[in-house]
Nanobody, 126 residues
């Protein structure tokens, strides 16, 4: 599985941005997906995760109510809609694919993901 994330950029606080992550291969629909971010000087953290069917989602407390993750299996793409952006959302955002096919629970830890995109930078100015 190869992943390519895009859609980052420089925005002002309060703005919105949508990240996309395109996947290659035929197993996308069978994998849970996650979005992570890494801010300067900080460890990478999970932002959101979505089940392989797209029916179940999970969010970090810091983004609940502002970010929405969605998955389009027909397009092999996962999205992260980010609204009401804050300066503390500034980070490199990565998409990742579950190491397992047809896994049961949605993984939320970094080591549970085997495939990673290259990251896209989101900068939110105040």
């Amino acid at each position: 599985v190869q992943l390519q994330a895009y859609g980052g950029g420089l925005v002002q606080a309060g703005d919105s941005l949508r990240l996309s992550c395109a996947a290659s291969g035929r197993t996308f629909s069978r994998r849970h997906m996650g979005w992570f971010r890494q801010a300067p000087g900080k460890e990478r953290e999970i932002v959101a995760a979505i089940s392989r069917t797209g029916s179940t989602t999970q969010y970090a407390d810091s983004v609940k109510g502002r970010f929405t993750v969605s998955k389009d299996n027909a397009k092999n793409t996962v999205y992260l809609q980010m609204n009401s952006l804050k300066p503390e959302d500034t980070a490199i955002y990565y998409c990742a694919a579950d190491r397992f096919l047809d896994g049961l629970g949605i993984p939320i830890k970094e080591h549970e993901y085997s495939y990673w995109g290259q990251g896209t930078l989101v900068t939110v100015s105040s």
